[in-house]
């Protein structure tokens, strides 16, 4: 996947999903209601970021942030 792709979903009653960028100015077509789908944390004992789901659960965790962020791009984008 190409970092720099949005990739949006409009839901029959109008709402779009989708991975928030600022590539495309949202608020140009209306009001923004945001949620995070995971949270990024580091994990000072293991010395590892961990991107947490909504429940609390790990999902994924790396050395880098980086790659944290990348993957979750990659699963957390609506189909």
């Known amino acids: 996947m190409h970092m720099n792709a949005v990739t949006l979903r409009v839901l029959t009653d109008g709402t779009v999903q989708g991975l928030y960028t600022e590539a495309i100015d949202l608020t140009a077509v209306g009001r923004l209601r945001i949620e995070r789908a995971s949270t990024i944390e580091f994990d000072n004992p293991a010395q590892l970021w961990r991107v ?8 994924f965790s790396d050395a880098s942030r980086e790659e944290c962020l990348r993957w979750e ?6 189909d």
């Open 52 to 59: 947490f789901g909504r429940h609390g659960q790990c999902l």
């Open 73 to 78: 791009a990659e699963h957390l984008l609506p």
